[in-house]
């Protein structure tokens, strides 16, 4: 009997390992999870592509003169030779609206821009007037120009020109003032920066010149008196672009 049992005991574990040897195999572990990655998202690259509206205000000073042709008089006063007072300094506040669009190619920008500003520009002088003021004024300054800059990321360096209107008005002591649109030309340079994704601010200077306009008896005392104005423009802008 007792051979018996250990004979089984033999047979069974042969058994259990043949048996085991015919299971699948378990399988290997997983490899070891590779630590995560921050990856950064890039910043959206700013474009200065786009139709921008805005608002600006800023300060002007210039130059006036009258001045007459030979044998004729200013308020009275005898000329020899040509009359005039000399140029006398103009000087005041505006404040308006802007309208534009720009295009950039690469790193260089392209585009037009318009203006229209609510001036108070004055100036006057006793020189060669007698016993009164010779006053020249102007109310209004409009531009529409052309802008061409060189862009570093937010930051726009541009140059600007073109064509520009406004009124010139002149008059002697208490005389009635006289008023002509005059058309001339402006140019000039800034520096524009986006403070926000549609909302930029800048500060520029532009050069106006005006012409001159012919101021009558009725209003400057004396006949084919002629009033020019320069300008030198300083102000700042904020706009809104659309897209």
């Not at 006036?64 to 005898?78: D, E, F, H, K, R």
């Not at 007037?129 to 531009?143: D, H, I, K, Y």
């Not at 520029?204 to 306009?213: D, K």
Request: proline share 7%.
């Amino acid at each position: 009997m007792k051979r018996m049992l250990m004979a089984g005991a033999f047979a069974l574990a042969a058994g259990g390992q043949a048996l085991a040897a015919d299971l699948p195999q378990p399988a290997p572990p997983p490899p070891p999870r590779a630590p995560a990655t921050y990856v950064p998202v890039p910043a959206p690259v700013f474009t200065w592509t786009g139709i921008y509206v805005g608002i600006n205000g800023g300060y002007e000073f210039g130059t006036s003169n009258w001045t007459s042709p030979t044998g004729t008089l200013i308020l009275g006063v005898p000329c020899t030779t040509n009359c005039s007072t000399g140029n006398f300094n103009t000087n005041g506040y505006l404040v308006g609206a802007t309208i534009g669009a720009n295009y950039q190619w690469g790193q260089f920008v392209f585009g037009v821009e318009g203006d229209g500003d609510w001036a108070n520009i004055t100036g006057n002088t006793t020189t060669n007037c007698g016993s009164t003021v010779c006053t020249t004024q102007s109310q209004w300054l409009a531009t529409a120009r052309g802008r061409a800059g060189f862009a570093w990321d937010r930051v726009l360096f541009y140059g600007t020109a073109g064509g520009a209107a406004g009124n010139i008005q002149a008059a002697a002591g208490g005389l009635p003032f006289a008023s002509s649109t005059q058309f001339g030309w402006t140019g000039g340079a800034g520096i524009e920066a986006a403070l926000f994704p549609n909302v930029t601010a800048k500060i520029e200077y532009l050069y106006v010149n005006l012409g001159s306009m012919s101021c009558p008896g009725a209003s400057c005392a004396a006949t084919a008196t002629t009033v020019p104005l320069t300008e030198n423009v300083v102000r700042v802008g904020i706009n809104y672009k659309f897209w």
